[in-house]
């Protein structure tokens, strides 16, 4: 039998998933079936049910459903109860499993396709919402030498450096939290733009030195030249990255979970850059 899937979300018609899914499907031979499925704001839940009774297999969530899922399901995986979100979910039995491979998917990004190893880098992590969250633990496991969060509010990125302290998991980083005009003097490695500035063409009140000799400055934004990669372009960033690759990598991960097998991502993520 077709397994079937689903990509939930709202909006959701704009979402590659399917394209993704179903590239991955016949890449490895898998029958599957892979929809979008646009949720009612109000009703996260009963779409879930809906798609447990008629066997589906999982689902992925996308705005503005994670924490809800997360919420939703009965078994969290270590890393989505780190995320504190979930994008992935596999329903097993009676079991509504919650996962996030949002951070792996980055990780995977920047280390297999643009070949820059994080260990031993400095890391500034711009924004303090969902989505730094979610790759935040990911991050750190690739031992940086440091890892600064800016944030225009600076209690946000306060409070996830205390939660990263209390769990004492990353006492060989050294981390910490800045509001913008504290970047000022300082530069880093690799500069990742977690915000949603790119959605409405804001530029982020970056200073100029910013970004150090060789730097890697990558917006999670895909699909269009935000202002970030712009100010990058012309201030220094020796590399430039969307998130197109987080994307497939992160969808990679969450077709494994389901199938039990590991697609290629570099075909496809040429496939969608053309």
Known sequence: MTARYAVIGNPIEHSKSPLIHQAFARETAQDISYERILAPLDAFPEVIATLVTAGYGGANVTVPFKLEAFALANRLTERAHDAG????????????????????????????????????????????GGA????????????????????????????MVKRIEEQGDFRYVSVNAYAFDDLQGQSFDVVINATSAGLSDSSLP?????????????????????????????????????????????????????????PQTAPVIAQLRT
């Open 206 to 262: 970056l200073p100029a030195g910013i970004f150090a000799p060789g730097a890697l400055a990558y917006d999670m934004m895909y699909g269009r030249e935000t202002p970030f990669m712009v100010f990058a372009r012309a201030h220094g960033a020796a590399q430039i990255a969307d998130g197109l690759g987080m994307l497939v990598e992160q969808a990679a991960e969450a077709f494994m979970l389901w199938r039990g097998v590991r």
């Open 132 to 159: 730094a969250e979610g790759v935040l633990h990911p991050l750190l496991e690739q031992r940086p030498s440091l890892l600064v969060i800016a944030n225009r509010t600076l209690d946000k990125a306060l409070r």
């Open 85 to 128: 979100a979930v994008n992935t979910l596999v329903f097993d039995g009676a079991d509504i499993v919650g996962d996030n491979t949002d951070g792996v998917g980055l990780v995977t990004d920047i280390q297999n396709n643009l070949h820059v190893d994080l260990a031993g880098k400095r890391i500034l992590l711009i924004g303090a």
